[in-house]
């Protein structure tokens, strides 16, 4: 899964929304509705609406705004007015609603939308029902600038390089490209998704391991054949985070991750999108190179001062299939051959997004003299069921069968052939703090539940065996699975003994243990 943890530089701008109003029709109108036409008496404030019920059949409809207006007119007890004094909503968010006392109350699952409305008049506030908002429709933000139109010479820009192209790593470089002051590299130890994919294909029908081409290492990072839900703990409609899906989206996401409350890319079109996004970054000048291996710091003489990076080179599988002005332009890169030394590349800076698996890069800071500190962790096994169990657990027998994913084999399997649609494939989430080991309570949840998805390798060396879950976009598996995990703290009995014998790299030696 793709964990959005990079927060860029925005310029902010105040979008501004006017709601203009008919003249007056007739002498007729109600008192409430000749009040709403006096532009002097009120002024439009924008509000934001939350816990708008839509219907399964509404929403398979369409003209979502028009029903959530009904909705803010009704609340509102404008009934008579046709709705005079709102205006057309923007929709900021969507999810489905399938908790069993929504069930019970409703009749069925429903679609619950968050929308901001203007509306003339009083509106009684409640905080999480109806709330004033200053300004920003849709909490949208503005795009990330363009400052490269600005001219500097190439001596003069500092030289930073950008250390793996998981999500982190790319947007880090997206944005240090479109800079006039900057000469920015990005190193990726594994390959582009083109030659990347066959190297999985090699892994899953042939059980050939590349240890730095796999389900871990390259293009995009672990999220790429890993289902690409987007999940975020820094606020959905923050401007980072809106700004990261806007990207996306001009990248070729689907517009809908901007609203949906559970955005998901999936896996075969995260493969069009980084595709997209590396062009993006060597148009602005960047550089993208493959197969490139940091294994070293490069420090001044007083061990204060980054100066470059030591980096061993690979085979990269882009050389291959890439006209030559495509791929980077020094020697030193466009080789496409494994070097037996390692080469140094200046720099004023580094960016480390190396990722989870890359446990080599901890032990090559450490002897670099680099300050790294433990963090928590969590450890677990990946569980596998019938999509149809889930369909039914989630919203009960006869609201299963309204899940039609459009494959028929898979529609066949879930019961749900020849049904009406309208309902996603299900999903669920589980979790405690109270799941006690006998020594002490620890929490443990589901993690990375993949709907209609399937388990996947990912290990990155040939000793160990680590599974994944993902899931294609349209999700028409005939399984689900998610991770079943719990938490382990770097102060934990259970690390003692790695502690004891490995200090910081405890938790790692865990792992690989």
């Given at each position: 899964?793709?964990?959005?943890?990079?927060?860029?530089?925005?310029?902010?701008?105040?979008?501004?929304?006017?709601?203009?109003?008919?003249?007056?029709?007739?002498?007729?109108?109600?008192?409430?509705?000749?009040?709403?036409?006096?532009?002097?008496?009120?002024?439009?404030?924008?509000?934001?609406?939350?816990?708008?019920?839509?219907?399964?059949?509404?929403?398979?409809?369409?003209?979502?705004?028009?029903?959530?207006?009904?909705?803010?007119?009704?609340?509102?007890?404008?009934?008579?007015?046709?709705?005079?004094?709102?205006?057309?909503p923007e929709v900021v968010r969507y999810s489905f609603?399938?908790?069993?006392?929504?069930?019970?109350?409703?009749?069925?699952?429903?679609?619950?939308?968050?929308?901001?409305?203007?509306?003339?008049?009083?509106?009684?506030?409640?905080?999480?029902?109806?709330?004033?908002?200053?300004?920003?429709?849709?909490?949208?933000?503005?795009?990330?600038?363009?400052?490269?139109?600005?001219?500097?010479?190439?001596?003069?820009?500092?030289?930073?390089?950008?250390?793996?192209?998981?999500?982190?790593?790319?947007?880090?470089?997206?944005?240090?490209?479109?800079?006039?002051?900057?000469?920015?590299?990005?190193?990726?130890?594994?390959?582009?998704?083109?030659?990347?994919?066959?190297?999985?294909?090699?892994?899953?029908?042939?059980?050939?391991?590349?240890?730095?081409?796999?389900?871990?290492?390259?293009?995009?990072?672990?999220?790429?054949?890993?289902?690409?839900k987007l999940t975020t703990r820094i606020g959905r409609?923050?401007?980072?985070?809106?700004?990261?899906?806007?990207?996306?989206?001009?990248?070729?996401?689907?517009?809908?991750?901007?609203?949906?409350?559970?955005?998901?890319?999936?896996?075969?079109?995260?493969?069009?999108?980084?595709?997209?996004?590396?062009?993006?970054?060597?148009?602005?000048?960047?550089?993208?190179?493959?197969?490139?291996?940091?294994?070293?710091?490069?420090?001044?003489?007083?061990?204060?001062?980054?100066?470059?990076?030591?980096?061993?080179?690979?085979?990269?599988?882009?050389?291959?299939?890439?006209?030559?002005?495509?791929?980077?332009?020094?020697?030193?890169?466009?080789?496409?051959?494994?070097?037996?030394?390692?080469?140094?590349?200046?720099?004023?800076?580094?960016?480390?997004?190396?990722?989870?698996?890359?446990?080599?890069?901890?032990?090559?800071?450490?002897?670099?003299?680099?300050?790294?500190?433990?963090?928590?962790?969590?450890?677990?096994?990946?569980?596998?069921?019938?999509?149809?169990?889930?369909?039914?657990?989630?919203?009960?027998?006869?609201?299963?069968?309204?899940?039609?994913?459009?494959?028929?084999?898979?529609?066949?399997?879930?019961?749900?052939?020849?049904?009406?649609?309208?309902?996603?494939?299900?999903?669920?989430?589980?979790?405690?703090?109270?799941?006690?080991?006998?020594?002490?309570?620890?929490?443990?949840?589901?993690?990375?539940?993949?709907?209609?998805?399937?388990?996947?390798?990912?290990?990155t060396t040939s000793s160990t065996v680590v599974v994944?879950?993902?899931?294609?976009?349209?999700?028409?598996?005939?399984?689900?699975?998610?991770?079943?995990?719990?938490?382990?703290?770097?102060?934990?009995?259970?690390?003692?003994?790695?502690?004891?014998?490995?200090?910081?790299?405890?938790?790692?030696?865990?792992?690989?243990?």
């Amino acid at each position: 899964m793709m964990l959005l943890r990079f927060h860029t530089l925005l310029l902010s701008s105040v979008i501004c929304s006017a709601f203009v109003l008919p003249p007056p029709s007739s002498s007729t109108l109600s008192p409430i509705v000749s009040l709403l036409h006096r532009p002097s008496a009120l002024h439009s404030t924008l509000y934001r609406f939350y816990d708008i019920s839509v219907s399964v059949d509404e929403m398979m409809e369409g003209n979502l705004e028009d029903k959530v207006k009904e909705q803010v007119v009704r609340g509102l007890g404008r009934k008579n007015c046709d709705g005079v004094g709102v205006s057309t909503p923007e929709v900021v968010r969507y999810s489905f609603d399938s908790r069993k006392r929504t069930i019970r109350k409703k009749g069925g699952p429903c679609w619950t939308v968050v929308a901001d409305v203007e509306v003339e008049g009083k509106v009684k506030e409640r905080r999480g029902v109806v709330e004033r908002r200053s300004g920003k429709v849709g909490g949208k933000d503005a795009k990330i600038g363009s400052p490269t139109s600005l001219k500097v010479p190439l001596e003069r820009r500092k030289k930073v390089v950008v250390i793996g192209s998981g999500p982190a790593g790319l947007f880090a470089a997206l944005y240090l490209s479109k800079m006039p002051n900057v000469q920015m590299t990005l190193l990726e130890r594994g390959q582009p998704v083109e030659s990347r994919g066959r190297d999985i294909g090699a892994l899953q029908h042939r059980a050939k391991m590349n240890t730095e081409s796999n389900f871990a290492f390259g293009e995009g990072g672990a999220g790429t054949w890993s289902d690409g839900k987007l999940t975020t703990r820094i606020g959905r409609n923050s401007e980072g985070v809106r700004n990261v899906l806007e990207r996306l989206v001009e990248y070729g996401a689907e517009p809908s991750i901007l609203k949906y409350g559970a955005p998901h890319l999936g896996t075969d079109n995260l493969v069009r999108i980084l595709r997209r996004m590396r062009e993006d970054i060597r148009s602005n000048g960047g550089e993208v190179v493959f197969g490139a291996k940091v294994v070293g710091l490069i420090k001044s003489a007083c061990g204060s001062r980054l100066e470059g990076v030591s980096v061993s080179m690979g085979y990269n599988g882009e050389l291959k299939t890439r006209a030559g002005n495509s791929v980077p332009e020094r020697p030193i890169f466009t080789s496409g051959r494994s070097t037996s030394t390692p080469i140094t590349l200046p720099c004023d800076a580094a960016i480390l997004a190396t990722g989870h698996s890359a446990r080599d890069v901890y032990s090559m800071l450490i002897e670099s003299n680099v300050t790294v500190a433990p963090k928590g962790f969590a450890v677990g096994f990946r569980v596998e069921h019938p999509q149809r169990l889930v369909n039914r657990w989630q919203y009960g027998e006869d609201w299963a069968g309204r899940v039609v994913t459009g494959k028929r084999k898979t529609d066949e399997a879930n019961g749900s052939e020849g049904g009406k649609g309208g309902v996603p494939v299900a999903s669920y989430r589980l979790a405690t703090d109270a799941a006690s080991d006998g020594v002490r309570d620890r929490g443990c949840y589901s993690f990375c539940m993949c709907p209609g998805g399937q388990i996947v390798p990912a290990s990155t060396t040939s000793s160990t065996v680590v599974v994944n879950g993902m899931s294609f976009s349209k999700r028409d598996s005939k399984f689900a699975n998610s991770a079943v995990v719990v938490n382990i703290e770097p102060d934990d009995d259970v690390l003692k003994e790695w502690v004891e014998e490995h200090g910081v790299l405890a938790g790692v030696k865990f792992q690989e243990d």
